[in-house]
């Protein structure tokens, strides 16, 4: 009953006429970037930071209008995967292999709309698992102490590459780079670290810039670089003569999907890719011979779009109550939090109950706002994939810098911000990933923190970190998370490889 009751004071919250309005924005923005091929959640959501500092909003309107960002990103990422068959994002890849073949057969719409209507499904399921399993894991982590939090910090970066990423070692460099930038500073006993005698480096390095440096110019980068490059005709998007049975049938496959994609979000390192594979698997072996995966079956388009939402709102349960990134993009809304001086954590429950309510209301209402957006505003969404990334580009880089300078009204921050973005687009390059990068940038002030604690109250002793049997446990699936990608990477990428090979 507390929970509801919370859960209807969120409501108040996000029914808030101005709440209310920058969710329907945020939706709108969210879907429009997701349609374009390659840039995915993390980057809109890094994209759109700044302009909720420009704007000067609360930290409640910001965090409803960001994860709104965030939610409609994901709807939006199936977009250019049925239409053009490439994926908006990683997770929409499994959309692929039945998308595009029901729109060549003259079915786009269909399509698009069981995928809303999956992804309507798939995220309602995990936001109400979010509502049920957060208020519990937050009282859970509230036995954490300073040696508990810093095996839990270990296993967020042991976990970090996940089963389905492509370099262990990679991961581990990034995650290293993100918590050497971490170090730079004045510590807490008032020592100078690595600031080079530059006062905008005494008080370390601004999350907000690191992150559009690192997420939207490199991206810009990259765009600029791939200019010359020619895009897929998108396919006509025919009338849609969707039936009710249709939606019935799908039922189910979408209920499947999101659950297993709450339960890939909220797993450290697993993320939507894992749940949109899942899904999907699974949902092949069930209907076995009765269906036509691979070939148009509408199916396999609701089972990766279901498992991919529902791990989105899933990927909310370990960044809420314990401070820890269950996805790159949560990642990027955890630097949001902290920029805005709240500590996300088991005590943000009941010392800001009212933006962790409001924002989880917000995504209940958010889930109608973009069932109601994406099934009449499909021709809108379509004809963005067409526009030149010639005009995309002044836009994108006019939110970037002007947000940025109006955080600080500097341009240090701006040079700064550059300079991130072409470190980002390096280390793109060399393929190693950047959520990595702010991960240890974010978790690394706090990490040294439980560290010097835990060693204060110990005396010096290391055994301390050993010393209860929740961070030996803790410790032990750290160790299973450096392990597994080595054992289970290489079979699960291979498998996720020659799924999606059935499309080419």
């Not at 879907?31 to 930290?59: D, E, H, K």
């Not at 980068?221 to 005709?233: N, P, S, V």
């Amino acid at each position: 009953m507390e929970t509801l009751g919370f859960l209807i004071d969120g409501f108040g919250v996000a029914l808030a006429p101005h709440n209310l309005m920058f969710a329907l924005l945020g939706a709108f923005l969210g879907t429009l970037i997701g349609a374009l091929p390659g840039l995915g959640p993390a980057n809109g959501v890094a994209i759109l930071i700044p302009l909720a500092f420009s704007l000067g909003l609360a930290p409640d309107t910001a965090m409803i209008m960001l994860t709104a960002v965030y939610a409609g990103a994901m709807y939006g990422g199936r977009i250019s995967s049925i239409l053009l068959n490439i994926p908006g994002d990683e997770p929409a890849m499994m959309t692929c292999l039945d998308g595009y073949p029901m729109a060549q057969k003259g079915k786009a719409s269909e399509a698009l709309a069981i995928s809303a209507i999956a992804s309507f499904i798939g995220s309602l399921v995990a936001t109400l698992g979010l509502i049920l399993l957060a208020p519990v894991l937050a009282d859970f982590a509230l036995t954490f102490g300073p040696a508990e939090y810093f095996a839990l910090f270990m296993l967020a970066f042991a976990t970090l590459g996940g089963i389905t990423g492509k370099n262990p070692i990679k991961t581990v460099v990034a995650a290293c780079i993100g918590l050497m930038i971490a170090t730079v500073g004045i510590d807490s006993t008032g020592v100078q670290r690595y600031t080079f005698g530059v006062l905008e480096l005494y008080e370390g390095v601004d999350f907000i810039i690191a992150i559009v440096g690192l997420f939207a110019i490199s991206e810009l980068l990259f765009f600029i670089e791939a200019q010359a490059g020619g895009g897929k005709e998108s396919i006509a998007v025919n009338k849609m003569t969707l039936s009710w049975k249709d939606i019935r049938d799908i039922l189910p496959t979408s209920l499947r999907g999101g659950v297993l994609g709450f339960v890939a979000g909220v797993l450290p390192g697993a993320g939507a890719s894992l749940g949109s594979f899942i899904s999907y698997t699974l949902e092949k072996r069930i209907l076995g011979r009765k269906g036509n995966f691979g070939e148009g079956d509408p199916r396999g388009v609701a089972a990766p779009e279901a498992g991919n939402n529902g791990a989105s709102s899933g990927a909310l349960v370990p960044m809420l109550t314990l401070g820890v990134p269950g996805s790159g993009t949560t990642a990027v809304l955890l630097a949001l939090l902290i920029s805005l001086n709240i500590t996300p954590g088991p005590l943000m429950f009941t010392q800001n109950a009212d933006i962790v309510w409001g924002v989880i209301a917000a995504l209940l209402i958010g889930n109608f706002l973009l069932l109601l957006l994406n099934i009449p505003l499909v021709g809108i969404f379509v004809k963005l994939l067409s526009v030149p990334p010639m005009y995309l580009l002044p836009i994108v880089t006019m939110v970037a810098f002007v947000g940025i300078y109006s955080i600080s009204n500097t341009t240090f921050d701006l040079y700064f911000m550059v300079a991130f973005g072409v470190a980002g687009y390096v280390l793109r390059k060399l393929e190693i990933p950047l959520v990595p990068v702010i991960l240890g940038l974010l978790l690394g002030p706090e990490m040294e923190k439980n560290l010097r604690h835990a060693l204060d109250i110990s005396d010096g002793d290391w055994m301390v970190l050993w010393g209860s049997g929740l961070a030996i446990g803790l410790w032990v699936f750290a160790a299973l998370g450096l392990i597994l990608p080595y054992i289970l990477g290489p079979l699960l990428r291979k498998r996720m490889q020659s799924s999606s090979g059935q499309s080419d």
